[in-house]
């Protein structure tokens, strides 16, 4: 039968005695996450060491204006009617992220509320569509048939008179009209243009608003900021104060 073997340690006593927690101070939760959206950026911010950042406490009454501090802001790539532009979007509250905060905020659709407004307005109905509409391609002028004598030349040539030549016409000019402008480009593939009813318009213009806003909404980098800050906000809304603690770090 094998020997047994014994082991033994001994840890030094510590004479200091071990640390209470005061009954009325609230425990304390940390959450990390990139608040701002720094790492989402194409150039993001120089990052601090995590020593030297602050720690911003979170409650259910101070959200959004600990969210104007850090300031949250997305650089995004639309990849539709912008023709791949860059779109810069900041948030300083919870309801920034609503569509309906985004179609008034964001310069991307002033032109686009613009317009509508002036659609819905009898008196500016027909300006507004002229500027939407896209000008029409010029079809090359035909070449007109060659002249044929009418009777009274004919006899004017047999008795030895000389007939006036017949009249010629300038040819049309050949053109293509380019649609160069943003609205435009956005608008005029929601556009019939055999259809000029105020309301096609004006589903045109609305057909083009939620593309553009569907366009952001879908983007993975605003989906993930929005449900890091509503994941805060659920967090603290559910918690007492007094006995809980939550601060932020941004990371």
Request: aromatic share 4%; no cysteine; glycine share 4%.
């Amino acid at each position: 039968m094998p020997g047994r073997m014994e082991f033994q340690f001994e840890l030094p006593r510590s004479d200091s005695r071990p640390h209470r927690r005061d009954p009325d101070t609230p425990l304390r939760v940390l959450v990390m996450a990139d608040f701002s959206g720094r790492s989402r950026r194409e150039s993001p911010s120089a990052l601090l060491e995590l020593s030297s950042r602050p720690l911003l406490a979170a409650n259910a009454d101070n959200l959004d204006a600990v969210m104007a501090r850090l300031a949250p802001k997305l650089r995004l790539t639309l990849n539709g009617g912008t023709g791949g532009a860059a779109l810069t979007i900041g948030f300083a509250q919870l309801d920034d992220f609503h569509p309906d905060a985004l179609y008034q905020r964001l310069e991307l659709f002033q032109s686009l509320r613009r317009s509508r407004a002036r659609l819905l307005n009898p008196a500016s109905f027909a300006q507004a569509v002229a500027e939407l509409s896209p000008a029409p391609l010029q079809e090359p002028a035909k070449p007109e048939p060659a002249a044929t004598e009418d009777d009274s030349a004919l006899l004017e040539r047999l008795l030895g008179k000389t007939p006036e030549p017949p009249s010629t016409r300038p040819a049309a000019d050949v053109g293509t009209a380019a649609i160069n402008t943003l609205l435009q480009a956005v608008v005029q593939p929601h556009i019939v243009r055999s259809d000029p009813r105020q309301e096609a318009w004006i589903e045109a213009v609305d057909a083009a608003i939620g593309e553009q806003l569907r366009a952001i909404l879908h983007q993975p980098a605003f989906q993930a900021l929005e449900a890091t800050w509503r994941g805060v906000r659920d967090l603290v809304a559910n918690l007492d104060s007094d006995l809980l603690r939550v601060d932020l770090l941004d990371v």
